[in-house]
């Protein structure tokens, strides 16, 4: 399958020099996703439909819900909660319907959940805005790769990135073994693995510049790069941004 190429969102992330480039991806995919999804095309009819299957998880449910459009949130649970309520039912009934099976000799065969219970579990895990989410990172990782074999630049410019987050740099590590050559994986390892350890290493001397600034010794001392220090510590060990 042929991915699609993304080289303008991929650059311009990196312009903003965040603290992981794709964790910058990934907010602003996240922020354009709500906007899409409770801007007018919540009256189109084929998001609809995937939405009323899918719902959405625990996170993005608050964030729409912080997002103020309370008209467009409420269709769309509307008619997410009719489809559930259609499943729910006839895989109730059905479950309602069967013989009990007997207990003993084969009880062992029959240990797999109900087949409500399954669809259940499987809807907390079911969120239309996180697949799509996921699907952008696909092009995004194919973008990245792209740009690393073909532009000599972007390797540059990585070079001067403050690198990714732990979970973004599994994620490249993973995918970088994946598509490129032996050679080539050397060689792109030579460039994160300095980078990212440099990352780290100069984070570590800034938490540690943060904790001893609570000594009353230090107060007076320049704050130097710690003052922001705890956040982005934070956002490097879990991707995640957290707020004052
Ligand atoms: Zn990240
Ligand atoms: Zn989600």
Known sequence: MKEELY?????????QDGEC?????????????????????YME????????????????YRQMYGEQNRLGVALMTSTHLKHVRGELKSLLDREAAQKPAK?????????SGSPAQEYLAGLEDSCYACNRM??????????FFHLWKKEPEFIEKIKNSKGFCL????MLLR??????SDAAYAEFLSVIAPLEMKQLDALQEDVDWFIQKFDYRFKDEPWKNSKDALPRAIQRLAAIEVED
């Not at 979970?167 to 599994?170: C, K, N, R």
């Open 7 to 15: 080289t303008i969102p991929v650059n311009e992330a990196l312009e």
């Open 21 to 41: 480039l794709f964790c910058t991806l990934n907010k602003k995919l996240e922020a354009d996703i709500l906007n899409y999804i409770l801007g007018p095309s």
């Open 45 to 60: 009819e084929d998001i609809r439909g995937e939405t009323d299957k899918l719902g959405f998880c625990k996170k993005h």
């Open 103 to 111: 207990k003993g000799l084969f009880k062992k065969a029959d240990e």
């Open 134 to 143: 996921e699907s952008r990172m696909k092009s995004y990782i194919g973008t």
């Open 167 to 170: 979970e973004h740099l599994e």
């Open 175 to 180: 995918e970088g073994k994946n598509r490129l």
